[in-house]
C-alpha cells in the first residue's frame, strides 16, 4: 500500500489525560457567575444603548400624546432610571438567572395587553441576540482556556 501516514506518539497522553480528567471534575460556580454577570452586562447595554429587543427588532416608539409626557432624560424602558437600576443576576446551583423584580417589567418584556393595557407595547429586553450568544460562548471559552492552563 502506498500513501502518506503520520505516526503519533503517545507520550505526554497522560498529561492529556489529566487535565481531561481535571476538567470533568471542576466546579461549574465561577463559571456560571461569570456568565450571569455577562447576562446583566448585556442586558443593562440593551436598554441604555441598544433600544432593540434581541432579534434585532427596534422598540416600538412612544405614542405622540405619551412622548409628550417625557422629558430629555428620559427614553424607551428609562424614565428614572429603575427599571434599569433594578436589572440583576444571580446564580441559584448550576443556574444563571438574569431579570428584574419590578412587578412593571414584565409589562414592558411582553406589552400590557393582558393587563388591559394595550397601549403598552412589548419591548424585550431579555433575551440573547446572536451577539450576545457570541459573547457567552467567549466567556466559556475564555473560562476553559484558564482552567485548562492551570491543569
Do not use: C
Not at 61 to 66: K, Q
Not at 82 to 108: K, M, P, Q, R, W
Amino acid at each position: 500500500m502506498t500513501g502518506t501516514a503520520i505516526i503519533i506518539n503517545a507520550q505526554g497522553l497522560e498529561r492529556l489525560q489529566a487535565r481531561l480528567n481535571n476538567l470533568a471534575g471542576l466546579e461549574l460556580g465561577s463559571l456560571t457567575e461569570a456568565l450571569a454577570a455577562e447576562g446583566e452586562s448585556q442586558t443593562r447595554r440593551r436598554i441604555a444603548e441598544e433600544k432593540e429587543a434581541p432579534d434585532g427588532t427596534a422598540w416600538e416608539e412612544w405614542s405622540d400624546s405619551y412622548a409628550e409626557t417625557r422629558h430629555g432624560g428620559h427614553s424607551l424602558l428609562e424614565g428614572e432610571g429603575d427599571l434599569l437600576d433594578s436589572i440583576n443576576a444571580f446564580v441559584d446551583g448550576e443556574t444563571a438567572h438574569v431579570g428584574s423584580n419590578l412587578i412593571y417589567a414584565a409589562i414592558h418584556q411582553f406589552g400590557g395587553a393582558e393587563v388591559g393595557m394595550d397601549y403598552i407595547k412589548p419591548r424585550p429586553y431579555l433575551g440573547f441576540s446572536a451577539d450576545n450568544s457570541d459573547d457567552l460562548v467567549g466567556v466559556v471559552d475564555d473560562w476553559l482556556d484558564r482552567e485548562i492552563t492551570r491543569s
